[in-house]
């Protein structure tokens, strides 16, 4: 089974402050998922990648395949980031694992 | 994107009860759908995989007689939780992925409270 582990678990910004979050896995993967998950529970995928980078307005994330290793960055943070950010690898079936994540407070 | 949804929101239901979540694609078919579900502080976990046609297969740990799950359709998967009781309240996320594809579509979630 594959181990995901994030860090921080914590994360309190300024706004404005550029942020990282990491994510590492134990067993090598296909692609792997970075997904944000608001107060109310509900999740909004973010990404899914497989090698490199991708980019998303503020949000970028990189991956590197041989380190089993990703990072979700925020630029130019703003309260409404505030949220969970999780990483997820999927399984050989497609189940997805997901790591602890990341409670993120961005203060204005 | 492709689109599921999952109903209710929220449900409070009495212990000994029984309550059912659906879980739908509404613009791809998925022949798999995974249940998830999330106790306060933890992370998601995976809880079952359902199948179109054939019998969902439960992660260790998961009673599969107290969570019955139906793939009925390429399109709508159900999760029927059998006799709550309030150690079953959790919120419980479904997610269907893409043919072909490494994508994941995941529902709104199901928030379930049992007195």
């Known amino acids: 089974k594959n181990e995901v582990e994030q860090s921080p678990q914590n994360l309190t910004a300024q706004e404005g402050e550029f942020i990282t979050i990491n994510c590492s896995y134990s067993?090598?993967?296909?692609?792997l998922h970075w997904l944000q998950q608001h107060p109310g529970g509900g999740i909004v995928s973010l990404f899914m990648?497989?090698?490199g980078k991708k980019k998303h307005g503020r949000l970028i994330a990189t991956i590197n395949i041989q380190e089993k290793h990703s990072s979700l960055h925020i630029t130019a943070s703003h309260p409404r980031d505030s949220a969970v950010y999780i990483c997820?690898?999927?399984?050989?079936?497609?189940?997805?694992?997901f790591g602890s994540g990341t409670q993120l407070t961005v203060l204005p | 994107g492709a689109v599921v949804s999952q109903h209710p929101s929220w449900v409070i239901c009495k212990s000994g009860t029984s309550v059912k979540i659906e879980c739908r694609s509404l613009?791809?078919?998925?022949?798999?759908m995974f249940w998830y579900r999330q106790f306060p502080k933890q992370s998601l976990m995976l809880m079952a995989t359902?199948?179109?046609?054939?019998?969902?297969?439960?992660e260790q740990g998961v009673e599969k007689d107290k969570f019955l799950i139906n793939h009925a359709s390429l399109t709508l998967s159900t999760l029927t939780v059998t006799s709550a009781h309030p150690e079953d309240s959790s919120f419980y996320i479904c997610?269907?992925?893409?043919?072909?594809?490494?994508?994941?579509?995941f529902g709104p979630g199901t928030r379930l409270t049992v007195t």
């Open positions: 990648l497989s090698s």
């Open positions: 997820a690898v999927p399984g050989s079936a497609r189940q997805l694992t």
């Open positions: 997610s269907a992925p893409a043919a072909g594809v490494y994508e994941q579509y």
């Open positions: 613009d791809f078919q998925a022949t798999t």
């Open positions: 067993v090598g993967i296909s692609a």
């Open positions: 359902s199948n179109e046609g054939s019998k969902a297969t439960y």
